[in-house]
């Protein structure tokens, strides 16, 4: 099977992710990207939905919520729930 080169534009941080991935999965970019289009083929289209999740304000507020605490350094965290427990009952 003879191959040909293509080139694609993705986002740094997407492709340092992404490539970090499919190594941990014993695979190149080249790869991932042939298994990705050979699917597409197979689906005859994407082989995963393609849509605007919706989300209630109160999951989105929750989301903005964990987002803010997991960067803030003063934050509390515990290593154990039994720790989180004590905390609790203090």
Known sequence: M?????????DKTVKEQSTEL?????MDMSSAVNIFLR????????????EIPHY???????????RKISRDPDAC?????????????E
Do not use: N
């Open 2 to 10: 003879s191959t040909v080169a293509t080139q694609i534009r993705i």
């Open 22 to 26: 499919f190594s941990s999965l014993g």
């Open 39 to 50: 699917q597409c083929i197979l689906h005859g289209g994407l082989p995963f939905a393609v």
């Open 56 to 66: 209630s304000q109160q999951t989105l507020k929750a989301a903005e919520e964990a």
């Open 77 to 89: 965290s515990y290593d154990s729930v039994s720790a989180l427990k004590k905390a609790l009952e």
